[in-house]
């Protein structure tokens, strides 16, 4: 049983983004680029499709959950009969590659937290090799590799494939996971400190928020949704994603079910002029630079869409072990809109 899309919530650092249920589930994460294989796609599918779960033991749902003010850093507390615990989830923003930060924090009392790992590499479909190295858990599977780092010990079940740590946690404990994707023929990633990385992503989500100029009505409102348009940035090129996520359908049970993890020049500029009304201007200037590079070349050429790279191929292809959210198959990757003439495009650009 799919949860439903709302109840999810939206983490990131600028170049890709993960989807956290209200079940403390990461059930959507592509890596290392939006447009990248996902390795967490129980949204789409089911619990073998790759998921990671962290939660108190027997808990289904969590009591509460918010933002903290004016960054991306998700609090999720859960009050059960022993205390009251606090998972905050966060992508830093990368100096290289991509890392994923759960701090757990005992916040009354004292409970039995359970973290369930469940990688599957290719939109879910590979199940990666995994071993011990100085203390942490390696997944490898093609070109993809991830670190998992705990300070739980963690042991791995060969029965669902998972990694699993059961631990306790009293008030004012805290105990961290990173989870840190590489390239798989590369030596082992730089290490963070989680609550180094949390404090900076704090502070920088906060500076950038501060240099909104709207003061009207619902600015908090108007906060967020900045903020959420600014995750869909992608850092290194300046190219704007129209969505974190591919083949969400546009009706329950239908097959309009479309990969929207690329750059759409028409919704690209109705971004901008948002962020642009709001003072964000160096957003603007990324991307009037990755336009440049983009679209170069013969301006009958110009396309409706192109990667977050300003790729413009983007062939489509559909996945037949992925169910679909809500079965709502098929489920796709690449867009073949890309060869679609829209003239009204040359107008917005």
């Known amino acids: 049983m799919n949860a439903r899309i709302e109840d999810y919530a939206l983490i990131g650092d600028e170049q890709t983004a993960a989807l956290v249920g209200l079940d403390g ?3 959507w994460l592509c890596l290392p ?3 990248s294989g996902a390795c967490f796609a129980r949204l789409l599918g089911d619990d073998d499709n790759g998921h990671w779960r962290i939660a108190p033991k027997g808990a289904h749902r969590c009591t509460r959950r918010a933002y903290r003010p004016d960054t991306l850093v998700l609090d999720t507390e859960w009050d059960t009969e022993d205390g009251t615990v606090r998972v905050t989830d966060l ?6 590659m991509p890392d994923v930060v759960r701090i757990v924090e005992g916040v009354s009392g004292r409970v039995t937290v359970h ?5 599957r590499f290719d939109h879910g479909s590979i199940v990666p090799w995994m071993r011990r190295s100085d203390g942490h858990r390696v997944a490898v599977a093609g070109p993809d590799s991830t670190w998992l780092r705990t300070e739980p010990p963690v042991r791995t079940w060969g029965q669902d494939f998972g990694t699993h740590s059961e631990f306790t946690i009293g008030e004012g404990e805290r105990v961290a996971f990173v989870l840190t994707w590489h390239p798989s023929h590369e030596p082992r990633p730089r290490l963070i400190d989680p609550f180094e990385a949390l404090e900076s992503s704090v502070r920088d989500w906060r500076s950038w ?3 909104c100029r709207y003061e009207g009505p619902y600015r908090d409102a108007v906060v967020r949704s900045l903020i959420t348009l600014k995750a869909l ?3 290194p090129t300046g190219g704007i994603v129209a969505a974190a996520t591919t083949s969400l359908p546009e009706k329950l049970g239908g097959v ?16 901008l002029g948002t962020l642009l009304a709001a003072g964000y201007h160096e957003e603007a200037e990324a991307w009037r630079d990755w336009l440049l590079r983009a679209v170069a070349g013969s301006p009958e050429d110009l ?4 990667g977050v790279a300003g790729e413009r191929r983007l062939p489509e292809s559909e996945l037949p072990w992925l169910a679909g959210f809500a079965r709502s198959a098929p489920v796709r990757i690449g867009n073949s809109a890309v060869d679609q003439l829209q003239l009204d495009v040359y107008g917005e650009v």
Do not use: E, K, V
Request: a positive charge; glycine letters at 2%.
């Open 25 to 27: 589930s990461i059930d």
């Open 33 to 35: 680029r939006f447009d």
């Open 91 to 96: 992508m830093p923003q990368r100096a290289r």
């Open 115 to 119: 973290s369930t790992l469940r990688l």
């Open 209 to 211: 928020a501060g240099r």
């Open 233 to 235: 940035t992608y850092r």
């Open 256 to 271: 309009r079910n479309w990969d929207y993890r690329y750059c759409w020049l028409r919704d690209s500029t109705l971004t």
């Open 303 to 306: 396309q409706i869409m192109y």
